[in-house]
C-alpha cells in the first residue's frame, strides 16, 4: 500500500518563475492538505482540497492555488515566486478531518 | 507569535541519557499530537492525546496531555541515536479549525 507521494523531489527556480508541485495521496484518502516549511519552523497549512474543492485556506497570498483531479491527486502552484518561497512543501492526505499521513516533501529553492 | 511554544528549541545528549520536550500554549485544545521529522522527509504521527491529563506510552517515549488541554510533555527514556529528529506537536483548538497548528519543533541530536 503505497503512501503518500509527492514530485518532484527537488526543485530549483528564479525569481518571478511558476512553478508547479505534485501530490498523490494514500490510496483510500480523499482529502488532501499543503503545508509549507521555512528552515527552522514548523509546517505552515497553506490550503486544503476535498472533492476537488478548496475548503479551507491558510493565512497564504493568492499566488498560493491549487487543485484536486478526481482521482483525489493534487496539485500546488505558485506564481510569481519570491526568495522566501523557499521551504519544504509538504503534502497530506487523510480522510475528511482523520488523521493526516504527510508525504516526503518537495524542497523548492528560489535564486 | 507562534500559537504553540516548543522547548527546548534544540537538544543535543549522549546516548542513554533521558530527557523532555515541551508543548505549551494558552489557548485549549481538543487534541494534540506529537510528530517525528528526519531531514528530508514529512512528520510521522506518534501519538494522538485527546483527554485532559491522559498518559501514553510508546516504548521508551511518553506522552502527557495536560490536565487543562493547553500543553503536553513527551519524555524519552534512555535516547538512541535513531531517536534522533526533529519533533514537532499540533493541535487542534476547541471549536476551531479541523486543520491542526503545528509548534516550531525541537530538535534532538543523541550522539552514539
Known amino acids: 500500500d503505497a503512501g503518500v507521494t509527492q514530485s518532484p523531489t527537488h526543485l530549483i527556480k528564479t525569481r518571478g518563475q511558476q512553478v508547479t508541485l505534485r501530490c498523490s495521496p494514500k490510496?483510500?484518502?480523499?482529502?488532501v492538505s499543503w503545508y509549507q516549511q521555512a528552515l527552522g519552523q514548523g509546517p505552515q497549512f497553506i490550503f486544503q482540497y476535498y472533492e476537488e474543492e478548496e475548503r479551507q485556506r491558510g493565512n497564504f497570498p493568492d499566488r498560493f492555488s491549487g487543485h484536486q483531479f478526481p482521482n483525489y491527486s493534487s496539485e500546488l502552484n505558485v506564481n510569481a515566486l519570491l526568495l522566501g518561497d523557499s521551504a519544504l512543501y509538504l503534502c497530506?492526505?487523510?480522510?475528511?478531518?482523520?488523521?493526516?499521513?504527510f508525504g516526503p516533501g518537495t524542497r523548492l529553492t528560489v535564486l | 507569535t507562534q500559537l504553540l511554544e516548543q522547548s527546548p528549541q534544540f537538544l543535543s545528549i549522549q546516548e542513554g541519557e533521558n530527557l523532555t520536550v515541551y508543548c505549551n500554549s494558552s489557548s485549549v485544545f481538543s487534541s494534540l499530537q506529537w510528530y517525528r521529522q528526519e531531514p528530508g522527509e514529512g512528520p510521522v504521527l506518534l501519538v494522538t492525546v485527546v483527554t485532559g491529563g491522559e498518559v501514553k506510552k510508546l516504548k521508551r517515549l511518553t506522552f502527557q496531555f495536560g490536565d487543562a488541554r493547553k500543553d503536553s510533555s513527551l519524555h524519552i527514556t534512555a535516547a538512541q541515536p535513531g531517536d534522533t529528529g526533529l519533533y514537532l506537536c499540533a493541535g487542534k483548538r476547541t471549536g476551531g479549525s479541523y486543520i491542526p497548528t503545528f509548534g516550531r519543533g525541537t530538535s534532538l541530536i543523541v550522539h552514539p
Open positions: 497530506a492526505s487523510s480522510l475528511v478531518s482523520d488523521t493526516q499521513y
Open positions: 490510496s483510500g484518502h480523499d482529502t
